[in-house]
């Protein structure tokens, strides 16, 4: 089955397109789209801004659209930045970094998880479907690794010592956030494309 990724990031989309191929779907890069939609990511949750993109790629692309909405939560910071990851500071991923190391230097707790939602809306009817998947770990003292988008040069995942940054995207494609939550929807998918 051929599916739209709702997204113009191409990390995301080459994270997502090998591990849903096995699974019998072919994931179609969003930015490949002549005009892709703009939606507002509105949603006071992780699944209702993947809902408002799914809709929205589905509707335009004319089939089914897979949306990801995914964000860092940082104990230390009550949760923020969450949904508003992509947002907290304007400019480059490092201008983000900078940001969250500057406003956690001085707690004791560096906890932190990503959380990813999922969806899925088919332009046909069928019903939606939605999946939210986490990924725990803590924020290093300073950015580490080349690797990946975002805050993966400052996260560490439980159970390792480096950021996603330095562990490449072998190891995190297994464990992350997105890659969970790519694993349970393809899983709810199949009985939906068999
Ligand atoms: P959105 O899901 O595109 O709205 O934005 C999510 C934002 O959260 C990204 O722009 C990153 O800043 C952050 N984020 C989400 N997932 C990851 C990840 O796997 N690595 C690093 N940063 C991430």
Redesign the pocket.
């Known amino acids: 089955m051929r599916m739209i990724l709702a ?1 113009t ?1 191409r990390g ?1 989309f080459q ?1 997502m397109k090998e591990q849903l191929l096995p699974y019998g779907i072919d994931l179609i890069f969003g930015g490949d789209l002549p005009s892709p939609p703009y939606v507002e ?1 509105t949603g006071a949750t ?1 699944e209702e ?1 993947a809902f408002l993109k799914a809709r929205a790629w589905a509707s335009s692309a004319k089939v089914p659209a897979l949306a ?5 939560e940082v104990d230390a910071l009550g949760g923020a930045p969450g ?1 508003h ?2 947002r907290v500071v304007p400019g480059k ?1 490092s201008a ?1 970094t900078e940001w969250l190391l500057e406003a956690i230097k001085d707690a004791d707790d560096r906890s932190a998880r ?1 959380v ?1 939602s999922i969806a899925v809306v088919f332009p046909d009817g069928r019903s939606p479907l939605a999946v939210t998947e986490y990924c725990a770990g803590r924020i290093a003292a300073s950015p580490a690794g080349e690797s ?5 040069p400052v ?1 560490i995942p439980d159970g390792y010592e480096k950021t ?1 940054s330095e562990l490449g995207v072998d190891i ?1 494609n297994t464990i ?3 890659a969970k939550a790519v694993k349970s929807i393809a899983e709810m998918l199949r009985p939906v494309i068999e």
């Not at 990801?68 to 860092?72: A, H, N």
Request: aromatic share 20%; glycine share 10%; with cysteine.
């Open positions: 997204s990031n995301k994270e990511e992780y801004n990801d909405d995914s964000g860092l949904v990851s992509a991923d983000r990503f990813c990946g988008f975002g805050y993966d996260f996603f995190k992350s956030h997105r």
